[in-house]
């Protein structure tokens, strides 16, 4: 078995390089009922952070707290737009737009009660950040800490400046 | 899968995706927290690993989860998890503009909030119910959609699956959209799960055929927001302990409702349900096993979910199951969220605000009683049995600085041990915790937590702490420790303490720690599963490309 999976992890590997990376095609509501097909983010011309977060995950919301400092400048330079993929269960997703509103936060935020988005990206532990530019995922990172928000908008700079 | 694989260097209109996440646990005796002699038979090093890999050409996505819990799960998992075999495979065409979806294989999904039907995964729960068959959605304007689906449920590895088949239906429709309406929002649905257990020799001449409905409704306007949702179980038999109770017959049902207001810096929601004899499971002996088998629906217990240590040592389990021998049928309360910011420059709110949430829940018992004639159990509707779980919590974040913020916390808990876990007291706790992080030099963080429990019971009082320190953004370290030295039985007097480390670059991460485990609930999503007490090395490693 384990060679198996050594020899799959290779392969795999060989191939990630030389392929595309795009979004998955997946529906998903805002929390305002409005449906939203992800695909579609590959049309946007500005840059698109696809941020994977839940009102129980702490170093989410201070990710999404440091970045709400700053979201009003990085869209003045780059038209950025950032999209806050909630993964909250049925138990807590009720809690998502008290939290959000009382944040005061300018996010588009998604609703993603059933993991579909979560599992076609195979993320395991929020939260976790995607940069896309022009349909294409340019960056991916796993975790919070803190500095990791300058390291995101860098990203974006770059890809924007191109 | 292996040609999939090499079609992807020629073709470019292809991409695959690949996830891999590995769970492993090397236990150790130590001076307190021994193996039990069953467990060290099988072996001490544990593993749990999860490869998935999809490929995408087109419409077109093949994929496929192959698990390994070689050479055995992590203790406390399904014993039907085991060596390697595929988990899910599937095979989908998902044409977006003629709105087309469908997937044959393996599948996930829920309707409305899962209190009727839920098919997903939790790895850490080790709950995987997928469906084996067919599932089609099609997309109707941008106002409705129609979901129709059927198969076989998983209950053990990929093609371990239950002995019945299920039926499901999900008509949604978003009455704004389709009568243009500008300011205010109404959707709602209707689902139907049908179910129909493979005959035998110990179900002959019942019934097996059963069916469940459930419609749900939500609405909007400005910032106030109202829903409710209502699911009808058939009748069916009542199983309890895994057994068949053939002469006991009863129906289940269930009340969702959902309410909130926001403007700007504030807002407030309120839940309420009142469950009876709500879990499904695709086998009437599956309701209620410890390894969360089989369940069809999700019942997760509406309380909040807390960050800190203590403050999940009690903690409430929804009641929606029949136990038949003590006459309980389900649950009825609610809970309540209210958010508020003290805006900046304000006297409480300082130069960078601060940040006040207050929540409570209240769940308790359905008045039932035996009616001996129609041998059924009968539940009031409104009104409210023995309690069973209490909890008021008023938490403050505050940002000192730029660079330094806090929370603080109190936490107030009732809880009815012997009617949710069939221990004997009930407990009263109270917990206070804090916590503070300070952050310097570009990309170093280090943060301190301290909490302290009160109990009047059971295990009586706990004290607790966690150090962690981010050298940079690759690396993390931490301690932290929970003690119980309030207990009356000075054995059972134990640090649990916890040491470790984790590396992140990109998309993977890679974590090792030593220490010990308390026991009791690991609760996700507000689904739980015991873990027994646990001594050793951890490593877990996560990975996406």
Same mark, same amino acid.
């Given at each position: ?162 | ?237 009542? %199983? ?7 002469? &006991? /017959?009863?129906?289940? $049902?269930? *009340?969702?409702?959902? =309410? +909130? ?47 800190? %240590? ?7 389990? &929804? /009641?929606?199951?029949? $136990?038949? *021998?003590?006459?309980? =049928? +389900? ?47 009968? %539940? ?166």
């Amino acid at each position: 078995m384990n060679v198996f999976l050594t020899l799959l992890l290779f392969i795999s590997s060989f191939v990630a390089n030389a392929q595309r990376n795009e979004l998955p095609s997946v529906v998903l509501k805002d929390i305002d009922g409005k449906a939203l097909n992800i695909k579609d983010l590959s049309k946007e011309e500005k840059p698109i952070i696809i941020n994977f977060w839940a009102t129980w995950c702490g170093p989410c919301l201070k990710e999404l707290s440091a970045i709400n400092d700053v979201y009003d400048e990085w869209q003045k330079e780059t038209g950025v737009k950032l999209i806050a993929v909630s993964i909250d269960d049925a138990k807590s997703v009720k809690r998502v737009k008290p939290l959000v509103n009382g944040k005061g936060w300018d996010y588009q935020v998604l609703l993603d009660s059933n993991h579909e988005l979560k599992r076609a990206m195979n993320v395991v532990n929020p939260p976790f950040t995607v940069v896309v530019y022009k349909g294409e995922i340019i960056y991916k990172h796993t975790g919070y800490t803190q500095g990791v928000e300058k390291e995101l908008y860098k990203k974006v700079k770059a890809a924007v400046s191109k | 899968m292996a040609v999939g694989i090499f079609l992807c260097f020629t073709n470019a209109y292809s991409q695959i995706r690949v996830g891999l996440e590995n769970n492993s646990q090397l236990y150790a005796d130590d001076k307190k927290i021994k193996l039990d002699p069953v467990e060290v038979e099988k072996g001490r090093f544990r593993s749990n690993s999860y490869l998935k890999v999809d490929y995408d050409y087109k419409n077109w996505s093949f994929g496929t989860q192959l698990e390994s819990y070689a050479p055995n799960p992590i203790l406390n998992y399904n014993p039907e998890f085991s060596s390697f075999d595929i988990g899910t495979i599937y095979a989908r065409y998902n044409n977006y503009q003629k709105g087309l979806d469908i997937t044959a294989g393996h599948f996930y999904d829920q309707f409305g909030s899962g209190l009727l039907f839920r098919a997903w995964e939790d790895r850490q729960l080790g709950v995987n119910n997928a469906v084996f068959g067919l599932n089609a959605k099609y997309t109707i304007g941008t106002w409705g959609k129609a979901t129709v689906l059927g198969g076989k449920q998983r209950t053990g590895m990929g093609f371990d699956l239950s002995k019945s088949v299920l039926f499901g239906a999900d008509f949604s429709v978003s009455i704004d959209e389709l009568l243009d309406w500008e300011s205010h929002t109404l959707n709602t649905g209707f689902s139907y799960l049908g179910r129909k257990i493979d005959d035998n020799k110990d179900n002959e001449g019942l019934n097996n055929f059963n069916s469940n409905y459930a419609v749900r409704a939500d609405y909007a306007v400005g910032g106030f927001y109202l829903g409710a949702e209502y699911v009808n179980k058939g009748e069916d038999y009542v %199983s309890q302990s895994g057994f068949l109770i053939p002469y &006991a /017959q009863q129906k289940g $049902n269930a *009340l969702l409702i959902n =309410s +909130g207001y926001f403007e700007e810096g504030m807002s407030i929601d309120i839940n309420l349900r009142r469950i009876e004899n709500i879990q499904n499971a695709s086998e009437r002996e599956f309701v209620g096993n410890e390894y969360l088998t089989g369940v069809l629906n999700y019942v997760p217990a509406l309380t909040k979910q807390y960050d800190h %240590s203590l403050q999940n040592i009690y903690v409430y389990q &929804a /009641q929606g199951s029949i $136990n038949w *021998l003590e006459e309980r =049928s +389900g649950e009825i309360g609610g809970q309540f969220d209210f958010y508020y910011e003290f805006p900046k420059e304000s006297t409480l709110g300082g130069t960078y605000g601060t940040n006040l949430a207050v929540n409570g829940s209240y769940w308790a018992a359905l008045k039932t009683e035996m009616n001996y004639d129609t041998e059924q159990l009968e %539940s009031k509707y409104l009104n409210f049995g023995e309690k069973y779980y209490r909890d008021f919590g008023i938490e403050v974040r505050k940002k000192w600085s730029k660079n330094w913020s806090s929370i603080f916390m109190y936490l107030d808990q009732y809880y009815n041990m012997a009617a949710i876990e069939g221990k004997f007291e009930d407990v009263n706790a109270q917990i206070l915790s804090a916590e503070t992080t300070y952050q310097f030099l570009e990309n170093k963080s280090v943060r301190l937590e301290a909490q302290h429990l009160w109990a009047d019971r059971d295990k009586k009082n706990w004290v607790g702490g966690t150090l962690e320190f981010a050298y940079n953004t690759n690396w993390t370290l931490f301690a932290s420790d929970m003690y119980n030295y309030g207990n009356d039985d000075k054995e059972k007097r134990i640090h649990y303490y916890n040491a470790g480390a984790s590396f992140t670059k990109g998309t993977t991460r890679v974590s090792a720690s030593y220490g010990r485990q308390r026991g009791g609930l690991l609760c996700v999503g507000g689904v739980c599963r015991y873990v027994p007490e646990s001594a050793g090395f951890s490593l877990s490693l996560t990975t996406n490309f």
